[in-house]
Nanobody, 120 residues
């Protein structure tokens, strides 16, 4: 089970950290990712973190977002800095085994989403 939290309403330029707690699985064996879905748009990949802790980001968030994981707490984080109105979306955490992929269909396990709203 994946449980996302930490979303909220912030202003452009602010920072926010969202979290995803994982239960019932061997967290350290999973590759974790964050996706987001803006109103009326498809769900898209934002960032992923491999089991060894190395991250991968979509170009639009590089340098602003940082994904991290705490295997002792079974939690993955997404630190979001310099937020923009176009970052407004429901953010979903997801998990899979093996290699990092950026497509929705590649992830069998999903959290319920947390809403991030960035006002201008």
């Amino acid at each position: 089970q994946l449980q996302a939290s930490g979303g909220g309403l912030v202003q452009a330029g602010d920072s926010l950290r969202i979290s995803c707690a994982v239960s019932g699985r061997t967290f350290s064996s999973y590759l974790m990712a964050w996706f987001r879905q803006a109103p009326g748009k498809e769900r898209t990949f934002v960032a992923g973190i491999r089991r060894n802790g190395s991250g991968y980001y979509v170009d639009s968030v590089k340098g602003r977002f940082t994904i991290s994981r705490d295997n002792a707490k079974n939690t993955v984080y997404l630190q979001m800095n310099s937020l923009k109105p176009e970052d407004t979306a429901v953010y979903y955490c997801a998990a899979r085994e093996n290699i990092l992929v950026t497509v929705v269909t590649g992830y069998p396990y999903w959290g319920q989403g947390t809403l991030v709203t960035v006002s201008s």
